[in-house]
């Protein structure tokens, strides 16, 4: 922590007779001294130890301090890996003039925070957004200063215009104007934020160019639900028996979108990490939201007799988790990633276009609302999603599990899916199969 002290130095009076009072900074153990518009005399100070007495002076002094302490704890956890030059720069230059940022830098900072507290959905999003803009600019370093209503118009017309090579940004298709925009968005706000200080008259960053970009509507997202009949071919499907290195994806697809759909639509991440199992129930916090909400999210989903077989199969033994799945992938990226390409084969074999995990969700809310006769608020309730018009009353309501738990057997009852058996032949090469004894 940086301190802050007024000194006045005996050795160096000026040909005037007069003295420069400083700001002494001290911080990781260093000097350095701020000198102030103040000059005083003898009669300001105290005859035997040098220090104010002046009343005046000492009031001018404590207001730099104290505007000095505001910008330093604005600058929060970043001011620990700081020099003291760079906190006496940072605190003197209060009008903006020479204040740079380096977004693209940034903002790759903050998708480290993001990745390393266990967001990594969005830490991915903030990424492919930052990784186009620096295809846009050619370069890996943007000035904040760069930032206007013209850089931010030509860049949507040049996403729209080169349309996104990776993988990863495949996905977001026509939504990419308005996401990576947005993003960046966040980006500039989070920066004005963290560098701006109001009350301490500090305003690096002074302009808002996003106010005056109309930034393009998202596309009405594609209903990724599939039908009931669809549903249940999806469950009747064999079981592949082709050999693969580790896990047969194909299978492994297969499951986990059932156990999905069955658990009323959870999460990849969440089935992945989840520790809670407890007299028949999961319980768990929904990753995606639980940061959103005061009750972070929880939800506790019953065990269904549809689930036993399923259940046993991937069954953590060792107690840590619920799911062995931690076991065969070694993060949730790698797991998430075998679950969709085992899908893309599937909706092959269905006739389904771009089959993803996430319609099990998607499947699960339409036949609830549509077939099965669950109520909107029930399925709304069951998704565990955030309702902003509710956040307050939810406070107040002691959670019931019973409408979500009747809500799901409805739906169970309704698509009756085929889950018994859900034995995978072991595969055997050609060349070692043994054919059966004929009897001569």
């Known amino acids: 922590m940086a301190t802050f002290k007024a000194e006045v130095y005996a050795h160096q009076k000026r040909a005037d007779g007069t003295y420069n009072i400083k700001i002494r900074v001290i911080h990781q153990k260093r000097k350095k001294y701020i000198p102030t518009t103040y000059y005083v005399t003898k009669d300001d100070l105290t005859r035997t130890t040098f220090k104010l007495k002046n009343q005046k002076y000492i009031d001018a002094t404590d207001d730099m301090i104290k505007k000095y302490r505001s910008i330093c704890d604005r600058m929060g956890e970043r001011l620990k890996s700081m020099t003291v030059e760079q906190v006496v720069d ?100 989070r920066a004005k934020k963290e560098f701006n200080d109001e009350d301490a008259g500090l305003i690096r960053i002074p302009y808002s160019p996003f106010k ?13 639900a599939i039908s009931t009949d669809l549903l249940r071919k999806f469950s009747e499907l064999p079981y592949s028996l082709i050999m693969q290195p580790g896990t047969n994806r194909y299978n492994l697809a297969k499951d986990v979108f059932l156990l999905s759909f069955c658990l009323i639509g959870m999460n990849a991440v969440d089935l992945y990490t989840c ?35 399923l259940m046993k199969k991937y069954k953590d033994h060792t107690g840590q988790r619920v799911f062995n799945f931690y076991k065969l992938y070694s993060s949730v990226d790698s797991f998430t990633a075998a ?9 092959d074999d269905l006739g389904i276009d771009d089959l993803e995990f996430y319609a099990a969700r998607h499947t699960w809310a339409t036949i609830a609302s549509n077939e099965a006769g669950v109520d909107k608020y029930t399925v709304h309730t069951a998704l ?13 309501i002691a959670k019931s599990w019973d409408s979500i738990d009747a809500a799901n057997r409805k739906v169970l009852d309704y698509v009756k899916l085929s889950l018994d058996d859900v034995t995978e032949k072991k595969y055997i090469p050609k060349n070692k199969r043994v054919l059966p004894k004929q009897n001569l």
Do not use: C
């Open 339 to 347: 679950i969709n390409k085992g899908l893309k084969k599937i909706g």
């Open 384 to 396: 565990n999603h955030v309702d902003e018009n509710m956040r307050v009353t939810d406070i107040y």
């Open 212 to 224: 005056r970009v109309e930034i393009p509507k998202v596309p009405v997202t594609r209903k990724r």
């Open 275 to 309: 520790t809670d199992l407890k007299k028949g129930r999961i319980t768990y916090q929904r990753t995606k939201t639980k940061n959103r909400r005061a009750d972070k999210a929880e939800i506790s989903v019953r065990i269904e007799p549809e689930l036993k077989a």
């Open 90 to 189: 940072a605190i003197t230059n209060d009008n903006g003039e020479h204040f740079d940022l380096d977004i693209v830098a940034y903002a790759r900072q903050y998708i480290l925070h993001l990745k390393e507290t266990g967001h990594t959905g969005n830490a991915l999003s903030y990424q492919v957004a930052i990784n186009n803009l620096v295809r846009f600019v050619g370069r890996d370093s943007v000035s904040i200063k760069e930032i206007t209503v013209k850089f931010i118009n030509d860049w949507i017309k040049w996403i729209k215009e080169n349309p996104a090579r990776s993988k990863p940004e495949a996905n977001h298709g026509e939504r990419a104007q308005s996401l990576y925009i947005s993003q960046l968005r966040a980006i500039h706000n």
